[in-house]
């Protein structure tokens, strides 16, 4: 069966940089700058980028490109045995998909409500008692379904499903095409009015204030690291689905370069936005900025709605920004369901429809848990270990296999034989060295951290199961492929 291509090089790199593009940016990022030394945690951040982003990019992409093929088939006919981390990375995807529909499903929710903003004066109190019914709830004491979730989570399903569907050229790349130049001029228009606001620029110079002392402080470096994989989409399947569709002989590095740097300055516009939105509040309330951020999902449905209520046109700003949000949520959640969805379609050679049915259906119903009473507090231990063990875990074999096992040097003279610009060997250093010991420490500092000091006060044995049994999975369908290879 050929295997479908991307339309247009726009059209593939839209989509890519929708795939990175997702909430975390917009949330995590200008968080993150603030925790770790503000305008310092620049020079981190962007080593982080030169070091381990671009050329790991540039690796995924070329692996793609050249095996054809969902990230365990690509895997798969590069070593027969490597076929279980493609595996273990699409469970890791699958896992994100299910709960990630359940934030944008929110942030629908909200988009109604910015129109009158029907969330009331006391925004805290609100998502968290009225609109999530949050209670004595725990990740294993769910309570009862949230029906005005539900709705705005088919919703939500119902586009992923349409752009899955549609397929690469008709589906995610005409989506990708209306969905990303969108959100670049929403929040461009969005950073243009919050600039002028009384407070705006001390917002923004905290967050750009540089604290030199952050630099040696290892946690930093980590934090950069960690962010650069986490908002990349790199080591949990996506690049190496999307990129298994572009043509034979397109430029992989100019690709990867774009994609990375697209991604990398939304983040700083998102940044840009985000504390201009808070330095504004910190003034017309009269508190430090320290006072009124908070990280994660709490800034986007306390704090943002805090914002709005004190925005002068809230019926404008407050919808703009929440659409704002549902974009780059969906263009995010598309490209993690395509990731599994080829992955099926490869292993089991169905139709895209008949994949799309099955992997889509599937994930429904899985995602209802995250639509209950205590569905925040399952989400946040299970992205926790998603993101933290899952795609650190993920990137970091992947890494020691692909530049261990595998010459990395062949990697690069295939880059370089299809691309403008040729990539020398910091390339290979980068890849052997440099980001598998930082994420090979980051990795073992996190796994140390949940082991002594837990996480949130939760019960943490459901989290270990679940990489567990991604694991067991992967493992367990390589040994049936190379059983049937042999038969």
Request: charged letters at 10%; hydrophobic letters at 55%; proline letters at 3%.
């Amino acid at each position: 069966m050929k295997r479908e291509q991307w339309g247009s090089r726009a059209g593939f790199i839209l989509a890519a940089v929708g795939s990175a593009v997702g909430l975390g940016n917009i949330w995590r990022f200008p968080y993150m700058a603030y925790e770790n030394g503000g305008g310092a945690f620049f020079i981190p951040y962007l080593f982080a980028m030169i070091t381990a982003g671009i050329p790991f990019m540039i690796l995924e992409f070329s692996m793609g490109q050249r095996n054809r093929g969902s990230a365990p088939a690509t895997l798969s006919r590069i070593n027969a045995k490597f076929e279980w981390l493609g595996w273990f990375q699409v469970g890791v995807a699958a896992v994100i998909g299910v709960y990630y529909v359940a934030v944008i499903g929110w942030a629908i929710s909200y988009f109604g409500m910015s129109f009158d903003q029907s969330w009331g004066t006391d925004t805290n109190a609100f998502f968290f008692s009225e609109y999530l019914g949050l209670g004595d709830n725990s990740p294993t004491n769910l309570g009862g379904i949230q029906w005005k979730i539900v709705l705005a989570m088919v919703i939500a399903w119902a586009i992923t499903y349409a752009a899955i569907v549609g397929g690469v050229k008709s589906g995610i790349e005409r989506a990708s095409k209306v969905m990303m130049p969108v959100l670049f001029v929403m929040v461009l228009l969005l950073i243009g009015r919050m600039l002028f606001l009384p407070g705006a620029l001390d917002g923004v110079n905290y967050m750009f204030q540089p604290d030199f002392s952050k630099i040696w402080d290892v946690k930093v470096w980590a934090a950069a690291y960690g962010q650069i994989f986490f908002t990349l989409s790199i080591g949990f399947a996506i690049m190496l689905a999307y990129s298994s569709y572009l043509p034979q002989k397109s430029d992989i590095t100019n690709n990867a370069f774009m994609t990375v740097l697209l991604n990398c300055g939304f983040s700083i516009l998102a940044g840009i936005m985000i504390f201009s939105v808070l330095g504004y509040m910190a003034q017309e309330q009269g508190k430090p900025l320290t006072e009124v951020v908070s990280a994660g999902v709490g800034l986007a449905f306390v704090t943002l709605p805090a914002a709005i209520n004190l925005l002068p046109l809230p019926y404008v700003f407050g919808p703009l920004l929440f659409l704002a949000l549902i974009v780059a949520g969906l263009s995010s959640h598309i490209s993690i369901l395509e990731a599994v969805t080829s992955a099926v379609i490869d292993k089991m050679g169905w139709s895209r429809k008949k994949a799309a049915n099955i992997v889509i259906g599937v994930s429904f119903i899985v995602s209802m848990a995250f639509a209950t009473n205590g569905g925040l507090l399952l989400l946040d231990l299970v992205d926790h270990f998603a993101n933290n063990i899952g795609i650190m875990s993920s990137c970091l074999v992947e890494l020691v296999l692909m530049t261990w096992l595998v010459k990395v040097s062949d990697a690069r003279k295939y880059v370089n034989s299809v691309s403008d610009f040729a990539v020398g060997i910091w390339f290979d250093i980068c890849l052997r060295f440099i980001s598998p010991v930082i994420l090979a420490i980051i990795v073992v500092t996190k796994v140390k951290t949940l082991m002594t000091e837990g996480y949130g006060g939760y019960d943490l044995t459901l989290g270990w199961a679940l990489i567990g049994v991604l694991f067991i999975i992967g493992v367990a369908v390589n040994a049936m492929s190379r059983k049937e290879n042999n038969a």
